[in-house]
Each structure stands twice: as structure tokens, then as C-alpha cells.
């Protein structure tokens, strides 16, 4: 696996060499607002939740801090919602965020095209973020584990795109950056050199999942290269390789197959998450960076009046204290 993904990334890096220079002269613009709001993308409810826990999907709360901790506010985007309203508060938002958690990519079906609703909505609102970046506003998404995985189907949309791995029960590990991930929006600064240091060195980043993406899927599927910069890869507890931190090409699209909030704001004792101050550091670099992004687009509601009703503090917390220390649910 080692040799197949040394190879993927040798043959991007050759295939790609006049665009990293096209796109070393492209225009980040200013930070314009300080008043960001993210949208996080719901997920379909987990048969694990107690019964008090009701709702068609939720948010953990991890995510919500995580994004507030950068400084911006949340807003919900339901799973199940109208995609006329969706579309019309993601036009108001300054970025999105897919989260990780558990959700079908496909439906069982007998026509492997056929798409569950989470592919499909999370993908409407993909193909919507790029639509408006195209149009010329900067319009920035994350994506964590579920999420990331999500952000390569919503490229190449086919089973074989995400691979089965060894990742479970959950673990921490060591990111291998490639070289270009000096060069990248993400890492491209003194602070963001000396985070490729310390998450190259230190088990600080969690890791709880049964799929991912392989480094040899770049080399066999041009498209998914032809979108994504790869800036790292792990292994897993088996020792295969797997993609771990990508960066779009051509929009300010930024994924992690593991869980920078969990660092901070997820408690289970049954699980090795780290809580030390390096990891600590590094869920903040990482929501400090996505927020940032968020400020460089001009997008806002008409009025405060107008974003209120979305804005996540409208519902309560489930405290649950066990895999989420606690979760948003929506009807």
C-alpha cells in the first residue's frame, strides 16, 4: 500500500505541474465580514440514541462548538429539508460543514447509481457551493471523516470509491504529509509548517471509521486527482494506507479523515481521544483556518431578524454522555 500510494502522489505531482503553477498566482480574497455563519449539514438519527433523544436527524454538539470556538455561529441544514430552502439559506451562509457520524452512501439497491438521501442532498449543496465559487464568490466547505468521504463521492459518485478499512475501534495516529502540503492554503504558513511537525510527530489526530479512500484512487481515478490536492495520508490499525487531509485544486474545499473537535469537545471515556494541550492546539489551528475561510466570503442574511430563527441556540442540547457528549436534533 505504501509503494501504490507513493506512486498515486508521484503521478499527480507530474501530472499537475503547470496548474500548481497557475495556482500559486491565485487571488485569495480580504477577510470582509467578522459576523461568519456556518452551515452544518444534519444527519439521519443513530438507532444507538435513547428514547428521549427524538427527531428525523442531529448535529453532535462537538461540531457546533468546534465551529463557535473559530468564531462564527451555526446554522442547521436539515438532511430531510426542501432544497429550495435550502438552497436559499446556503446562498445567505459564508460556509458549510459535513460532518463525521454514521450514514448510508448508498441505499441497498439493485442499480449501484441509486444514491441515499444523505449522497443527495449533501451533494446538491457540494455542487451549489461550487456553482457559486464558479460565479466568483468565495465560498469555503469542510469536511470531517463521514464528511470527507462524502466530499470524494460527491466527486465520483460509485461504490468503489470509498474502501473498507481497519478503524475501528476507534485509535489516534501520525499524519504523513506530502510535500505539496508545505505549499497549501491550509499549511502554507510559519504557524501551519510548524503544525505539519507537530501532527507528523505527535498521535494527536482520533480516528473512528470503517471507510476511507485509498492513495492508489488518485491514480486510477483522474477526477478525484483532478479535484483534490492530497496533503496527507495515515495508516490504519491493520497498516493500510488511506487518505487523511485533501485540499481542492480549484475551490477553498478543505477535508480531514479524522476529528480535529473531538480533541476538545467529545468525552468518552471508552474512547483514546487526546485531550493534551498539542492536541488541543491543533483542533484550534484547524477550526481557526475554516473560520477564517468563512470571513473571506461577503454572504449575510437581509436582516439579524431575518438569520435569528436558523441560528442553532433556537434548539437545546441532548446531553447523552456517552459516544457524543451531547447532540442537536431537528424534526
Known sequence: MCVLAVSALETRSKHTSDKDEE??????????????????????MESFFP?????????????VNWVQQGGARVVPLRVDQDWAELESLVRNLNGVLFTGGGALMYVPRSDPAQ??????????????????????????????CLGFELLHQCVYSNTTTLQNFD?????TQRNRFTYKASHSRLFSSKFGHYMTK??????IQFLSHKHGIAPWEYK?????????NVLATMQDRSGNSFVSIIEAWDYPITGTQFHPEKNIYEWDVTAPIPHGPEATLMATFLADYFVSEARRN?????????????????WSPFFLNSYFTQVFTFA
Not at 477577510?31 to 455563519?37: E, F, G, I, M, N
Open 167 to 171: 478503524g475501528e475501534p476507534p485509535y
Open 220 to 228: 486510477f481515478f483522474r477526477n478525484l486527482s483532478d479535484a483534490y
Open 115 to 144: 444514491l441515499s438521501s444523505y449522497e443527495k442532498t449533501g451533494c446538491f449543496i457540494y455542487n451549489l457551493i461550487k456553482q457559486i465559487n464558479d460565479q466568483g464568490t468565495y465560498y469555503p466547505m469542510w469536511g470531517t
Open 198 to 203: 507537530l501532527m507528523s510527530t505527535a498521535n
Open 298 to 314: 461577503p454572504n449575510q442574511f437581509p436582516s439579524e431578524a431575518e438569520l435569528q430563527p436558523w441560528l442553532i441556540y433556537n
Open 23 to 44: 495556482k500559486s498566482g491565485r487571488h485569495i480574497p480580504p477577510q470582509v465580514t467578522d459576523r461568519p455563519v456556518i452551515g452544518i449539514l444534519t444527519l439521519p
Open 51 to 63: 428514547e428521549n433523544v427524538t427527531g428525523t436527524s442531529y448535529i453532535a454538539g462537538s461540531y
